[in-house]
């Protein structure tokens, strides 16, 4: 029987990682099916249970349950620990083994993919939810000069900065109060563009960006907010997609202990998407 694995949200529809993970496994000889698990906003913790009794191995966990995923977990990485954020789930006999593969995803899709070094950058997050929450520890390990975290609900920001302030600098405040500093990076960790939105960020915030970066993806066109920022001046544009394969690739080494090769896959989804 082939082992079997799933990405578990809501939406889940839209999700590439079933494509991604037959790829890795045919890359890597290994026997294994991935499926999309739609889960109730108010039944994760059921679904999870039942996908484990169904002989589940493991799950990559989305929106909006990477904070119920950690709270799920009976032993935690060290990353997933300090993230207080699951994105990835591996059972080992009676325990459930949280991680977050997001961060390392995320600097590894803007430093190795896109070629943009992140030392010494100003960068500013947007959102102070689960997806923030696993790339903030990365983020100030590479050592930018700021990393300024934008939510709507300003406590939200302000604890994650009280959280990680003996990482590096970091500060906090709402989509407004940023609007007159400059950026060389623009994160976008809300989850606004699966539901066709924009977070409320004013548009002189893109003036100054070399890269605008969307953690959302939308392979049959650009996202809301990477198009707003494309309108404002961004320089450089980046959706979710290399994120996705990179923290894919960081759970499949976590589940198998093999790791496939990324750049292949990427090139693969967008030279299908919005053709």
């Not at 079933?18 to 890359?27: D, G, V």
């Not at 993919?113 to 102070?128: E, H, Q, S, T």
Request: hydrophobic share 45%.
């Amino acid at each position: 029987m082939l082992d079997l694995y799933a990405v578990i949200g809501n939406p889940v529809s839209h999700s590439k990682s079933p494509l991604i993970h037959a790829i890795f496994a045919q890359q890597t000889g290994q026997s294994m099916q991935y499926n999309a698990l739609l889960a109730p906003v108010d039944g994760f913790k059921t679904a999870v249970e039942n996908f484990r009794q169904q002989g589940g191995k493991g799950l990559n966990v989305t929106v909006p349950f990477k904070l119920e995923a950690f709270q799920l977990s009976t032993c935690l990485t060290e990353r997933a620990k300090i993230a207080q954020a699951v994105n990835t789930i591996k059972f080992e006999n009676h325990n459930i083994l949280g991680d977050n593969t997001d961060g390392a995803g995320l600097v590894s899709d803007i430093e190795l993919n896109l070629l943009v070094p992140i030392a010494a950058k100003r960068i500013l997050l947007l959102g102070a939810g689960g997806a923030a929450r696993g790339v903030i520890l990365p983020l100030l390990q590479k050592k930018p000069a700021l990393l300024a975290i934008a939510n709507r609900t300003i406590n939200n920001a302000k604890n994650l900065q009280e959280q990680f302030r003996t990482y590096g600098d970091i500060a906090a405040g709402d989509f407004l109060q940023f609007s007159k500093e400059k950026f060389d990076i623009i994160i976008n960790a809300t989850s606004a563009s699966l539901h066709n939105e924009l977070p409320d960020i004013a548009p002189g915030t893109f003036e100054h960006a070399g890269l605008v970066y969307d953690m959302m993806y939308n392979l049959d066109d650009q996202t809301p907010f990477l198009k707003f920022a494309q309108q404002h001046g961004a320089q450089q544009l980046a959706d979710g997609i290399g994120m996705l394969v990179e923290q894919a690739a960081e759970s499949f080494f976590v589940w198998r202990n093999v790791k496939p090769q990324t750049k292949p896959v990427i090139a693969m989804l967008k030279s299908t998407s919005r053709t």
